[in-house]
């Protein structure tokens, strides 16, 4: 969950509401592929309950992850405008929150605040991730940058975007559920 938790710090109420507005709550099934490597994809998924799988076809569809509650899919394609990497299939009945790619970039273009705030914090998520995946495929861990968004003199601004975070994730799974 610290990924959406990492995103959601970083919009504001008014970004959430609109997120919850254009976005739809779809259940995607046990065993159906909702992003196939290589095809294009118009969404960007947050997945609010439920756990799917990463694989990727060039590994021999080796697993490369598991994704549960609170991770944003898609967002590398929507960023580079590159085809997926991965597969992600679900392997329990999951709960997403689908954003279209096309309502994104309109309010992109025309909420600059928006904007400024979408690409911060997708630039944090993936900056996280890709230190996770470099700490985890390293022999070397204690070289590496821990799993946090900046350096030890940064705690308390972390555990108070944190808090606020989890507060907006756990709001827009109750106004989901009860939509």
Do not use: C
């Amino acid at each position: 969950m610290s990924k959406v938790l990492a995103i959601l710090g970083e919009l504001s109420n008014r970004d959430i509401d609109w997120m919850i507005a254009n976005g739809s709550k779809e259940t995607i099934t046990t065993n159906t592929i909702l992003i196939h490597e290589g095809q294009p994809i118009d969404a960007l998924y947050i997945v609010l309950d439920g756990t799917m799988k990463a694989y990727v076809a060039g590994v021999g569809n080796q697993e490369i992850g598991i994704i549960t509650s609170g991770e944003i899919l898609g967002e590398m394609s929507f960023v580079d405008g590159r085809l997926p990497s991965a597969t992600v299939k679900a392997i329990e009945n999951t709960l997403i929150l689908s954003i279209s790619k096309q309502k994104l970039n309109e309010k992109l273009e025309q909420d600059v605040l928006f904007s400024l705030r979408f690409y911060r914090a997708i630039t944090k998520f993936l900056s996280t991730r890709l230190r996770g995946t470099v700490t985890r495929f390293s022999e070397h861990k204690d070289l590496l940058y821990q799993d946090n968004y900046g350096n030890n003199n940064n705690t308390e601004t972390l555990a108070e975007n944190s808090a606020v975070a989890k507060s907006r994730f756990e709001a827009l799974m109750e106004r989901l559920k009860s939509s």
